[in-house]
């Protein structure tokens, strides 16, 4: 029977069963289970004290022989009923590796096996997990794991920061609260000075999880016997007991003679501190005290985790449905809500991104209203070439209408290209946005997605070309120069622009100057040059207001109202075709086995909570 085993029926049976239950459901990887694990310096003894724990043969020699944290999973099957109808049997898995062990003696080979190719034939170490299970009648139900000996110096092969690449790993594992740290320490070393001692003080600074485990008695210095008192002492065997082929349960026994009849030692025997039973007892005991006190927290664990399970779940929906009814209802359902959101857009309902294109919108206006108060920096100096190059026979005063037509003309070819470089703009922003919705109307499927990209992208290039020849006949129209009398007169207020300049050029010559005639009348060629200037910033007035409104048009209907219409028509036409609607509903497989992992992960959690509940 294994050492544990002694105390377990009493004063584990409850508390493992527990853990045991829920190791069963497979939560391990979303829940902290209690487990053990072994510290120490190179060569201290820790795999044989973990052997004598366990009843398992591991790996032993000198310098780094655990070179992958190994976890040891013992389920004690009190029944008949074992796998092949054997007592024992055993389960390695690393990596993408499983293989089943028939024998106990081939576990320390297959555990070299999996070190040589997780970490390479050599001294190497790697944080990847081995992970060994072991079924029998005679192990008790507990998680034990065991760390790579701290170095402190590189040996042939080994990279210089060995020591701290094992340091690292051997803290990623003992910080967890609900791992007890077995330090071992041989007898011939300072304690207080051990490396695995200070590392576990850090991390349980109360010591409430620590249990310190002096090793090889026999190496003892003389006279220093008394300094081992309040520690728990063991003599595993060693390399000739082996040899020699001392079993186990022999070796318990040679244990027990030895501390017995030592003189020294005889105390600690007696006071329940020393021998492998002991150390089993002792570990029951903090261990017991520790599940009850973690007990709490898992509870917390378990209800966190049903939280974001729950949540996460939702977000991958049920999956596609089987009927052809049903999946031609869901398609409508989904092709219907993508292009209703698609059409939003153009009534400028802000949903997703689409408050874009009114900024995208506001950047024309905003380019108009800058062109306009750009034309006093170039009007003059154009003014004069064209009067001097236009000016036919008419007599100074008079505007020249020629002049004032080409000049309003090189106004609106300018804003041809910005115009068109904004429809451009706003149809790349239209796109990426539609895009965003059928990755989200559409999510876990994609082949649905892909199509609906492709028939966006289509579409949007038809619509772009077509909107683009409208702003261009929109601008060969706008070289029409025109404009309703009335339209021109009242809405600009010319002769008001013309007191304004009065006004202005009075400030500028005093107050005692005396205006013989207005603007309009000057006969001289300022005159002229001013009244030209008013003319085209009038001009101009009409022009932007009618290109603000008119070229915004032009770029909603085609590019928003007809895109978004047309790409309704094109996906709801999809339904005519059965096999293919089928392939566009199928799931991806990534998304179908994350559902199916998140079902089973709620199932088991919820499994847990009960069995938390009920013990």
Known sequence: MNTLNQQYDEKVR????????????????????????????????????????????????SGIVTRCPLELKMTRKRDEKMRY?????????????EEEIEDPTDVEKKIREAQNKMAGVGVGISDDLISLEICSPDVPD??????????????????????????????????RPETISLVVVPCNVDIATTEALKMAQEVDPDGERTLVILTKPDLVDKGTEETLKGYMIVRCRGQKDITDKVSLTEAIEREKAFFNDHVHFQTLYDEGHATVPKLAEKLTLTLVHHIKRSLPQLEEQIEEKLEQTQAELERYGTGPPTDDTERRALFIYKVTAFTQDAISLTTGEEIKCGDQLRREFGKWNAHLDHSGKNLNKRIEREVEEYEEKYRGRELPGFINYKTFEVMVKERIKHLEEPAVLRLKDIGDVVRKVFIQLAHSSFIGFPKLINTAEARIKSIMQQKESIAQSMLRTQFKMELLVSSQDRTYSSCNSLSDRI???????????????????SIVHSMDNHATLQELMLHIKSYYKILSQHLA????????YHILQESAIQLQSEMLQMLQDKPKLELL???????????????????????????????
Not at 549 to 556: A, K, S, T
């Open 14 to 61: 409850p508390c493992i069963d527990l853990i045991d239950s829920l190791r069963s459901l497979g939560v391990e990887k979303d829940l902290a289970l209690p487990a053990i694990a072994v510290i120490g310096d190179q060569s201290s003894g820790k795999s044989s004290v973990l052997e004598a724990l366990s009843g398992v043969a591991l790996p032993r020699g």
């Open 85 to 97: 109808g054997k007592k024992w049997y055993g389960k390695i898995s690393y990596q993408d590796c």
């Open 499 to 517: 007191r304004e300049e009065e006004e202005k050029e009075d400030k500028c010559k005093g107050t005692n100057f005396h205006k013989e005639s």
């Open 549 to 556: 409104h008119q070229i915004p048009l032009v770029i909603r």
């Open 585 to 615: 509903l199928s799931e991806d497989y990534d998304i179908g086995r994350k559902r199916e992992a998140l079902q089973s992960r709620l199932k088991h959690l919820m499994k847990a909570r009960t069995y938390l509940v009920e013990f």
């Open 142 to 175: 507990l998680t034990l794991i065991d760390l790579p000996g701290i170095a402190r110096v590189a040996v042939k092969g080994q990279p210089e920061n060995i020591g701290d690449q094992i340091k690292r790993l051997i803290q990623k594992f003992i910080k």
